[in-house]
């Protein structure tokens, strides 16, 4: 379309041609994917309530979308399928996948102003895919102090008027919501969503909310999750341990509504 090849089946295509994937195309997919995805998005320069002028101002970036959804793509399915490849001695694909995930949330994680992690919010569901024990670890660490990091990526509350760009803090939770989907790290993604839950601004203006993933992961009636009754029970438990006020708010949500509800699916 264009000038952008699309793939009808990315699983298809990479179980046909996985074989042919050598260490030397790894070393030089790292080499594109440092230059691609580390480049911070020029219109963050620009006041939050003045970023729908970004294209006329030429604050844009110099990679397209597509190769950056398509580069984080293939992490992806390196993280999820990459078992078979050898990346390094005594290494796999889904193990080389992990530390350049791994290096990419650092370097957002280093960066005090949050612009890193805002240029990177479109492709956290995927890094998150490609690696849910780096990209949970990142979170957990872009949460710590008094001003986290990451609270600068919930910009909904600034004035932004009608055509300014999505708050990025939404591809985070989708980012989350997905990992909570995994029975192995079910517990660490409900605790973080709880943890962004506490910085969460109360003026915001959108309806993509820390606990509202939350509420909709344990919607008795339609459960957002992979996990059993107890493993959701234990999962509460943590909560109340941790996070007493957000865990209250979680179970009156789940009281049943006289007038019935509606379940939106979450990522």
Aim: with cysteine; glycine share 8%.
């Amino acid at each position: 379309v264009g000038d952008s090849w699309h793939h009808v089946s990315l699983v298809d295509a990479w179980l046909l041609l996985h074989a042919q994937v050598t260490e030397d195309d790894l070393l030089r997919l790292k080499e594109v994917v440092d230059i691609v995805l580390r480049e911070k998005d020029p219109a963050l320069e620009l006041p939050p309530e003045e970023r729908w002028r970004a294209a006329l101002e030429g604050k844009v970036r110099r990679f397209s979308t597509d190769l950056r959804r398509g580069l984080s793509r293939t992490l992806a399915l390196l993280g999820e399928y990459g078992a078979a490849i050898r990346a390094e001695p005594g290494g796999t694909g889904a193990s080389w996948a992990g530390c350049v995930v791994r290096d990419l949330l650092e370097w957002a994680n280093e960066d005090e102003s949050g612009q890193c992690w805002a240029s990177l919010y479109e492709q956290l569901p995927y890094l998150a895919e490609a690696a849910p024990d780096r990209f949970l670890n990142a979170v957990r660490a872009g949460l710590e102090g008094d001003d986290p990091l990451v609270a600068k990526l919930f910009l909904d509350t600034r004035g932004l008027g009608l055509f300014a760009p999505t708050s990025p803090h939404t591809a985070l939770l989708w980012a989350v919501e997905a990992v909570a989907w995994s029975p192995d790290h079910f517990g660490a993604a409900v605790d973080l969503l709880a943890r962004l839950d506490a910085i969460d601004p109360l003026d915001a203006m959108t309806g993509n909310r820390p606990f509202r993933s939350l509420a909709s992961i344990f919607c008795p009636w339609h459960p957002e999750n992979s996990v059993d009754v107890e493993a959701r029970l234990a999962a509460i438990d943590g909560l109340r341990a941790r996070h007493g006020q957000t865990a209250w708010r979680l179970l009156l949500s789940m009281l049943p509504e006289a007038a019935g509800g509606v379940q939106m699916p979450i990522y």
